[in-house]
């Protein structure tokens, strides 16, 4: 990681580790609602059908990460395609400039800004099945009769969000090869997810489908404690103000 950011610095600038920033800031707040939203509503529809026990809380968080997926993809299509680019970011096109231009070239399906989405349902749906399963599984046995503190929320989320990182990395950089640049020499050598892992496992060995995981760890395990801190608290907040 310390040779990535030397070398991004040295040939592209700092201003570089801000690529495809606005896709993202975008997208935040639609794909937080989606993941807590859809949450909520696979919890109700399992609970309601009589399902019961730890896999129910797994099984909703793999519903919200799904429909996420559904909502992110296109997003992450920009995203991916600006960042893989090596020149400096003042001489990069806007992010809308991108999404027309793949749009116009390629389409809105799965050669186009929807490319990669079944990398992208498994990266959400793992993320989000580990995410909540754990975290609400694990705040049952620690607090089950009270309401968690903020300091107890902010270590599980932190936790929960960290181990789901290490299970849907290999997912994470699959859709990387597949939305990004492919060889000059083989353009559609990343086509599908199972055959992008297969090939990655064959060409690079198994510890390839782990590249990337200090960052984003370093990344999802604070942004997992912070997200469930501000989610329960301004649920809290709404509730007792009768909304």
């Known amino acids: 990681m310390a040779d990535?950011?030397?070398?991004?610095?040295?040939?592209?600038?700092?201003?570089?580790?801000?690529?495809?920033?606005?896709?993202?800031?975008?997208?935040?707040?639609?794909?937080?609602?989606?993941?807590?939203?859809?949450?909520?509503?696979?919890?109700s529809l399992l609970k309601s059908s009589g399902a019961t026990g730890p896999m129910v809380l797994v099984l909703a968080g793999l519903g919200a990460g799904l429909t996420e997926?559904?909502?992110?993809?296109?997003?992450?299509?920009?995203?991916?395609?600006?960042?893989?680019?090596r020149n400096k970011l003042s001489e990069q096109p806007s992010s809308w400039s991108c999404a027309r231009d793949i749009a116009r070239r390629d389409g809105f399906g799965?050669?186009?800004?929807?490319?990669?989405l079944t990398?992208?349902?498994?990266?959400?749906?793992?993320?989000?099945?580990?995410y909540f399963g754990c975290y609400h599984n694990l705040k049952s046995l620690l607090t089950p009769s009270q309401s968690a503190s903020v300091s107890t929320s902010l270590l599980l989320g932190?936790?929960?969000g960290a181990f789901a990182s290490v299970t849907n990395i290999p997912f994470d950089v699959a859709k990387s090869?597949?939305?990004?640049?492919?060889?000059v020499d083989n353009p559609f050598k990343y086509s599908t997810t199972t055959a992008t892992l297969r090939i990655i496992v064959k060409e690079e060995g198994y510890q390839a489908l782990f590249k990337g995981?200090?960052?984003?760890?370093?990344?999802?395990?604070?942004?997992?404690?912070i997200m469930f801190v501000?989610?329960?608290?301004?649920?809290s907040l709404l509730k007792r103000n009768g909304l």
């Open 230 to 235: 501000v989610y329960e608290e301004m649920s």
């Open 158 to 160: 932190f936790l929960s």
């Open 119 to 130: 990398a992208t349902l498994g990266r959400h749906g793992v993320w989000n099945a580990v």
């Open 4 to 43: 990535c950011i030397r070398k991004m610095v040295k040939h592209e600038g700092a201003l570089s580790f801000y690529k495809g920033i606005l896709p993202p800031i975008l997208a935040e707040t639609p794909k937080r609602a989606t993941k807590f939203f859809s949450f909520e509503c696979f919890n």
């Open 110 to 116: 799965t050669r186009g800004l929807y490319k990669g």
């Open 177 to 183: 090869r597949i939305q990004g640049p492919q060889p």
């Open 69 to 85: 997926a559904i909502v992110i993809t296109p997003f992450e299509r920009v995203k991916v395609h600006l960042q893989a680019q």
């Open 213 to 225: 995981l200090v960052p984003k760890v370093l990344r999802l395990g604070p942004g997992g404690g």
